[in-house]
C-alpha cells in the first residue's frame, strides 16, 4: 500500500462545478498536511495547510479526519483557471514529506 | 513573493557535461533543504535531503557520487548532476521549509530542467 494515496483523474468538470478530491495515508503517527497544485511543466504551489477542525479559503475547503486518515480537498463554483493537478502531502513522524502521485484536474467552459 | 529561488531555470547540454543546479531560499535560513526530480506525468521523488553543514542524506536508489550535494550555507544548496546522460533529462525541483518546525510546509523553487543531448 503506498503512503499516501490519491485518485489520479483526470476529474473533466465544467466551469461552476463543485469538485471533490480525496486522499488516504497509511501512518497513523502523521502530524500535518497540505495541498499543494501543480501547473504543467511547474513546480507544486502550496495551497493550504489543512487542519483538524477544517478550514476554508474561499472557494476552497480542506478537511481532515485522522480515524480514518483520509484528507479532503473541495473546490466550489471551479473556474478555468482552477486546472492543474493536485497533490496530496503528509508530513510523517517529523522531518519525512510524502507526496501523493496527484488528481488531474480539467475545467472546461 | 517567492522564497525559494531556483536557478537555473533551463539547461540543455551534450552528454558528458556536469550541471550545477542552485536553490536559495530568500529571506530565511534554511538548515534543510530536500531535491526532488520529476519525469513528465509523475509524481515527485525526493533524491536527497541536504543538511547545512554536513553530508546530504540520499534516497535508496540515488546515488551519491552522481548528484553531488553541497550545502554551504544556511540560504544555498547546489545539486551537480555529473557526467550527465540523457536519462538524466528531468525537471528537477529544490524546496525549503521555513524555521525548524517540521509541520512547516515546503516552499519550492522554480524548478530546473534539464535537458541532456
Redesign the interface.
Known amino acids: 500500500r503506498k503512503e499516501v494515496e490519491q485518485d489520479p483523474g483526470p476529474f473533466n468538470v465544467p466551469e461552476g462545478a463543485t469538485v471533490a478530491f480525496n486522499c488516504t495515508y497509511s501512518n497513523s503517527a502523521s502530524?500535518?498536511f497540505?495541498w499543494y497544485r501543480q501547473d504543467c511543466?511547474?513546480?507544486?504551489?502550496?495551497l493550504m495547510?489543512v487542519y483538524s477542525s477544517g478550514n476554508e479559503d474561499g472557494r476552497f475547503t480542506a478537511q481532515l479526519n485522522r480515524a480514518s486518515q483520509y484528507i479532503s480537498l473541495l473546490i466550489r463554483d471551479s473556474k478555468l483557471s482552477d486546472s492543474a493537478t493536485y497533490?496530496c502531502?503528509v508530513?510523517m513522524d517529523?522531518?519525512k514529506?510524502i507526496?501523493?502521485?496527484?488528481t488531474r484536474l480539467f475545467v472546461k467552459a | 513573493g517567492a522564497v525559494v529561488s531556483?536557478h537555473p531555470s533551463r539547461v540543455i547540454c551534450k552528454s558528458g557535461t556536469s550541471v550545477k543546479i542552485e536553490c536559495r531560499s530568500l529571506d530565511f535560513q534554511a538548515t534543510?533543504m530536500?531535491w526532488y526530480r520529476q519525469f513528465p506525468k509523475?509524481?515527485?521523488m525526493?533524491m536527497a535531503?541536504s543538511n547545512e553543514g554536513s553530508k546530504a542524506t540520499y534516497e535508496q536508489g540515488v546515488e551519491k557520487d552522481k548528484f553531488l550535494i553541497n550545502h554551504a550555507s544556511l540560504t544555498l544548496s547546489t545539486l551537480t548532476v555529473t557526467s550527465a546522460h540523457p536519462e538524466d533529462s528531468s525537471?528537477y525541483?529544490c524546496s525549503a521549509r521555513r524555521g525548524q518546525n517540521?509541520?512547516?510546509?515546503?516552499?519550492?523553487?522554480?524548478?530546473t530542467?534539464l535537458s541532456i543531448l
Not at chain 1, 511543466?41 to 502550496?46: A, H, I, M, N, S
Not at chain 1, 507526496?99 to 496527484?102: N, Q, R, S, V
Not at chain 2, 517540521?102 to 524548478?111: A, K, R, T, V, W
Request: zero cysteines; aromatic letters at 14%; charged letters at 15%.
Open positions: 502530524q500535518s497540505f511543466r511547474k513546480e507544486p504551489k502550496l495547510s497533490l502531502v508530513n517529523g522531518f514529506t507526496f501523493g502521485a496527484g | 531556483q534543510t530536500f509523475q509524481s515527485l525526493l535531503t525537471f525541483i517540521s509541520n512547516q510546509p515546503q516552499h519550492f523553487g522554480d524548478g530542467r
